[in-house]
């Protein structure tokens, strides 16, 4: 949650900005088609950054009419003026005031779908009590037509007093001119001039306020009644005086009594919705629709069930398939555009630095986009057609065994690709708790980084056998999947058991209608998922890529024996390197799991970004770009100590896979939980407990083997 400030500020005391002229709120709860229509009002004018203090996205877009520009913003979802979830506060504090740095809105577009009146208008009621100029968008309302639903319009408007009600169809356009009309002037409008839906709790939060002295909203104190004394309110209970606890309590006791504040007003709320909705909607009957009894069909659990599998395998897939030949363009031109540099710059650092760190350092980076884009297009998709709902739903019961919610599971299954865009997927969770235990679990996830580590030294040590009609070589890597989905459950269970302890949540939802997805809004909150990966993680390992290459290029080796080959010298250079000198200086370290001064200068190398690895291990082995696989997997098995013995046994190998398996090394993913978690305390806790995992993993392995 984010912070209250100190003292209380009244409204009309905090200064308004206008440029552009006005903004305007954009509120509704989740499902409720309010970002497809800030998409079709905005368009590409949209700014995405981060409210201060909280890794929650703020979208702020420009609506250009005849004569002026009015501001959106974007809130997150909710579903009324009582905060269960870090987006719903962030929706809270931008509407009362209390969001530092961003201005209180001068009006509010209320988003409501048109198929579900009854949700939607339960919030309606509580913004109009905010006491600023509303108008109501009731959005799909083409699907209401096609249920037989019969709104009147204008008597809709009169039930919530005299606020401007607009039709619209967001995905194909249809009654947004209209909605924009009403916007271009919805400033200069009064504020909505509706009965309290509880003239009870009105008239007492109008006591109570007046006997403050200040000009406290009526409102404000409604929530304070309601919500308690939270670290949210705590402010205006100071403002009220040195006896408001008292007397707040005394008045909760005669409104509430002994039942719940929430459960209770919940109760007098929809009394009223249920009147409304009585004198303004009519349903008549309709003819059998295909579309119907496919809907009722799939929201069964069994049928539910398995074609949720069936929509996960694709996803599954399409991460993995369809990002590769993109990926493998990517990285050929990543690689001939360094042949270029180094045919035309010469053998010197600064053609060293442009090719291998500032262009690999670059490519590196570039090479997720096509799993970022593929992973986020299949995310948006589903979340517009109202299935990722039903996923979280189906999936709760076995995620919440773990101590995870069924919105935990998208964010798994991505991270088999690749834990960057898995963890920026956890944002559709909205407890905090489940969010970084989630995040905590998906670099666990066998990520495709691992997987050139993996086939390398299972086609090298591991015997090639049937294990009945199964091959050796497929069970080793399997069971590497297995042994990481094990431990990111597992990390998930510990944290939710002690660091992150608390009571579950309620995992309640409103299971959406299936729609058919607007194409413009999916590419437009696309094109701004490719951006704010590109900015937020790129620049982290494009830096860590630069000092690497100066860590294997400096100093530079000048007694080196002219007799050595060029692969051979690559090799002597590394180890004279900062790089092999800290592989040496690390090898006592890591000596119990096996490993010699080379393997620990990889394993050093490969902190950063474990797709480094298998170039350092053929440099170190003296093999150069050109080796093919073969040749490197002969090379580590003649590998020898001073001794003579084999560096590369069987246990040593398996610890080597264990460390793999465990150990945090990605920088991006570093970076990304950062951001996520808005705290350097959880990425230095994950590396930390990874690593710790890895290495006595790869210990007990050497060791006991």
């Known amino acids: 949650m984010t912070k209250a400030t100190e003292t209380y500020i009244p409204l009309d005391e905090i200064p308004r900005r206008r440029q552009p002229d006005a903004s305007i709120a954009v509120v509704g709860s989740p499902n409720s088609g309010k970002s497809t229509l800030f998409n079709r009002l905005t368009g590409l004018r949209q700014r995405i950054g981060n409210y201060p203090g909280v890794t929650v996205e703020r979208h702020v877009g420009l609506l250009r009419l005849d004569n002026h520009s009015v501001e959106l913003i ?81 008597k809709l408007s009169a039930r919530i007093g005299g606020a401007p009600v607009c039709p619209v169809v967001a995905t194909t356009g249809e009654g947004v001119a209209a909605l924009r009309d009403v916007l271009s002037d919805l400033v200069q409008r009064p504020a909505p001039d509706a009965a309290p839906a509880w003239p009870e709790l009105a008239e007492a939060a109008a006591e109570i306020a007046k006997s403050a002295g200040l000009p406290i909203r009526r409102v404000e104190v409604e929530r304070l009644l309601v919500d308690g004394a939270t670290e949210t309110n705590a402010p205006i209970l100071e403002a009220l005086g040195s006896d408001a606890a008292t007397r707040v309590e005394t008045v909760r006791q005669a409104l509430f009594g002994s039942d719940p504040p929430l459960a209770h007003e919940a109760r007098v709320r929809y009394a009223w919705v249920r009147d409304v909705l009585a004198d303004v909607q009519e349903k008549v009957p309709v003819f059998f629709s295909w579309r119907t009894q496919v809907v009722q069909f799939l929201n069964r659990p069994i049928p539910g069930t398995l074609g949720l599998f069936v929509v996960m395998a694709i996803v599954f897939q399409a991460v993995f398939a369809w990002a590769t030949p993109m990926m493998d363009f990517i990285d050929e031109s990543t690689v001939a555009l360094s042949g270029l540099v180094a045919t035309h710059l010469g053998d010197g650092w600064f053609a060293s630095l442009i090719a291998d760190g500032v262009i690999a350092g670059v490519g590196s980076v570039i ?35 773990v101590g995870l919610s069924g919105q935990s599971i998208i964010p798994m299954i991505s991270s088999f690709a690749c834990a960057v865009p898995g963890i920026m997927a956890t944002r559709v969770i909205p407890n905090r708790r489940d969010r970084i235990a989630t995040i905590l679990a998906a670099p666990f996830m066998t990520c495709s980084a691992r997987l050139p580590v993996y086939a390398l030294l299972i086609a090298a040590f591991v015997p090639a056998r049937q294990v009945g009609f199964l091959n050796l070589h497929g069970l080793v890597l399997f069971g590497l999947y297995l042994f990481g989905i094990t431990a990111g459950i ?84 590394l180890e004279q390197s900062w790089l092999g000198r800290a592989g040496h200086v690390v090898e006592p370290v890591f000596r119990p799991l096996g490993w010699d001064w080379r393997v ?27 080796a093919d696989e073969a040749t490197l997997s002969q090379r580590l098995k003649t590998s020898t100590w001073p001794d003579g013995t084999p560096v590369f046994t069987l246990p040593m190998v398996i610890g080597l896979m264990i460390f793999y398996a ?44």
């Not at 009146?117 to 009731?138: C, D, N, R, S, T």
């Not at 297009?377 to 979280?392: P, Q, S, V």
């Not at 009571?503 to 729609?515: G, H």
């Not at 690497?548 to 000048?558: D, G, H, N, S, V």
Request: aromatic share 10%.
């Open 662 to 705: 465990c150990c945090l090394q990605c920088a991006a993913t570093l970076a990304v939980i950062r951001r996520e978690t808005n705290s350097w305390r959880w990425p230095v806790f994950a590396w930390c407990y990874m690593t710790t995992i890895g290495y006595v993993g790869a210990l007990l392995a050497f060791q006991l083997l």
């Open 74 to 154: 974007d809130l997150p979802g909710t579903h009324g003026l009582s905060a269960h979830s870090l987006e719903e506060q962030i929706s809270l504090d931008v509407l009362f005031g209390r969001m530092p740095g961003t201005q209180p809105p001068d009006a509010i577009l209320a988003v409501v779908d048109a198929t579900n009146l009854y949700q939607g208008l339960y919030l309606v009621q509580q913004l109009i009590e905010l006491e600023l100029p509303v108008v109501v968008a009731l959005t799909m309302f083409d699907a209401a037509r096609a249920e037989g639903l019969q709104i009147d319009i204008g």
């Open 490 to 573: 597992l990390t998930a269970l510990l944290i939710r058991k002690t660091a992150l302890r608390g009571p579950k949540p309620p995992f309640a939802l409103m299971l959406p209608e299936f729609r058919r997805p607007n194409m413009r809004t999916v590419l437009i909150q696309l094109l701004g998922r490719a951006k704010v990966f590109l900015r937020r993680a790129g620049t982290v390992i494009f830096t860590v890529a630069v000092i690497i290459w100066a860590l294997a290029y400096f100093p530079r080796a000048t007694d080196l024996d002219p007799a050595l080959t060029e692969n051979e010298a690559a090799a002597a250079q």
């Open 600 to 626: 620990s200068s990889a394993v050093i190398a490969g902190f950063p970004a474990r797709e480094v690895v298998i170039a350092v291990l053929g440099t170190v082995y003296a093999v150069g770009d050109e």
């Open 367 to 401: 090479i997720f986009l096509p799993q970022i884009l593929i992973l986020f297009l299949f995310i948006i998709f589903l979340e517009d057609t109202g299935y990722l709902a039903r996923a979280a739903y189906l999936l709760d019961r076995l995620m919440r065994s």
